[in-house]
């Protein structure tokens, strides 16, 4: 089982970056998936959380409206598309994927496979 992020990097404030996240378990669709960061110093937190079908997102409340997480099912792939971006979204994101029955707010526990973690890097 393996989940491999990527899409990281360096981005102004205001900017945009799109992280994807594929993964080699099977099958794909029994999964909830979702995205976590961590920023230096500071613990794990849940970003974003995707039903098994698309069809239910949850988003923390600091990444409302900038922060879109979407999946591909038939590519399984998950995204994480962030737009209007700020310094203090400078953190490791990590992909995962889990069995709970809820798409959030969830804690890292709710998940069995992670990714490796991806930087994104915010300058003001």
């Known amino acids: 089982v393996q989940l491999q992020a990527y899409g990281g990097g360096l981005v102004q404030a205001g900017g945009s970056l799109r992280l994807s996240c594929t993964a080699s378990i099977l099958p794909f669709s029994w999964y909830v998936l979702g995205w976590f960061r961590q920023a230096p110093g500071k613990e794990r937190e849940f970003v974003a959380g995707?039903?098994?079908?698309?069809?239910?997102?949850y988003y923390e409340d600091s990444v409302k409206g900038r922060i879109t997480i979407s999946r591909d099912n038939a590519k399984n792939t998950v995204t994480l598309q962030m737009n209007s971006l700020k310094p203090e979204d400078t953190a490791v994101y990590y992909c995962?994927?889990?069995?709970?029955?809820?798409?959030?707010?969830?804690?890292?526990?709710?998940?069995?496979?992670w990714g490796q973690g991806t930087q994104v890097t915010v300058s003001s």
């Open positions: 995962a994927a889990g069995r709970s029955g809820r798409v959030g707010p969830l804690s890292g526990s709710d998940f069995d496979y």
């Open positions: 995707i039903s098994r079908n698309g069809e239910s997102t």
